[in-house]
């Protein structure tokens, strides 16, 4: 099953479930920069509260999609991370998660929204005085 | 193959890991362990990291995947949980390479195998290229 995206306004909206298989990270990825490319979204939040381990698998794949946005143009916030999951993080080794965060959803949009106008935009136009 | 996990005994478990869903069994099995022998929630999910590292080695570096096998072990004043991860799969020429922070041959972080030692209290590793890998940690209730 493919994890659903939502969108909200200019932001897309994933939740990850525990237990993530490759191919539903691989299609995540491509439906995400697809709707990035497709000018439907400038950013994507991605909610982590599911996410009862981060390995460093799942460190990997967090962080490189993240990349793939970035190198497109848009934002992409990790929101929702556990404290346990923090500490066994900085415990594993360093540069484990390489990407923006926010401490949930809301703080996570705002983020993506901020980062996005304080480029001007998706166009990156001359901020408006 | 069966995904339910083999119970030994009361307080050991083995889980035969071949694919991802399997890595997912084990480390819910490995945290179920460790909050039934009175570790806290952070140890028990280290405890858990750690089992999702290596289970992860066995289904992206053998062909035919491997064993999880978790035995707690209650004493007076501390328990002990010893994770044991083997296969007979392709083994690691270079051992010393592999436990490096930032080696991979597979894609992954190359954190792997160093982050899970960071992780646990004692850690061993033994493999011979062509017979098998097998590692043994241990995690301490303080």
């Known amino acids: ?129 | 193959m069966s995904r339910e996990p083999d119970v030994v005994q009361p307080d050991a478990v083995t889980v035969t890991v071949t694919t991802e869903i399997d890595v997912a069994e084990a480390r819910q099995e490995a945290r179920r362990l460790a909050l039934r022998h009175g570790f806290g929630t952070v140890r028990a999910h280290g405890l858990a990291t750690a089992v999702s590292e290596l289970a992860m080695n066995l289904v992206l570096h053998t062909a035919r995947g491997g064993q999880i096998r978790l035995t707690a072990q209650d004493a007076a004043e501390a328990a002990v949980i010893e994770l044991v991860a083997e296969d007979d799969g392709p083994g690691i020429p270079d051992l010393a390479r592999a436990m490096e922070d930032g080696f991979s041959t597979r894609g992954g972080l190359g954190c792997g195998l160093a982050g899970t030692r960071r992780l646990v209290d004692t850690f061993a590793i033994t493999s011979r290229v062509g017979e098998g890998t097998r590692i043994v940690c241990l995690v301490r209730r303080p």
């Open chain 1, 1 to 129: 099953m493919r994890v659903p995206i939502l969108r909200l306004g200019r932001v897309l909206l994933t939740s990850l479930p525990a237990d993530l298989t490759d191919q539903q990270v691989m299609d995540l990825q491509i439906d995400a920069l697809a709707l990035i490319q497709a000018g439907k979204a400038d950013g994507l939040v991605i909610d982590i509260t599911a996410a009862d381990v981060v390995d460093s698998y799942m460190a990997r794949i967090l962080s490189e999609t993240a990349k793939m946005v970035t190198i497109m143009g848009g934002v992409a916030v990790l929101a929702g991370m556990q404290p346990a999951v923090a500490l066994t993080l900085v415990e594993m080794g360093r540069g484990m998660i390489d990407m923006e965060t926010a401490f949930d959803l809301e703080g996570g949009v705002a983020k993506v929204a901020r980062l996005v106008a304080s480029r001007g935009g998706r166009h990156d136009e001359v901020p408006i005085a």
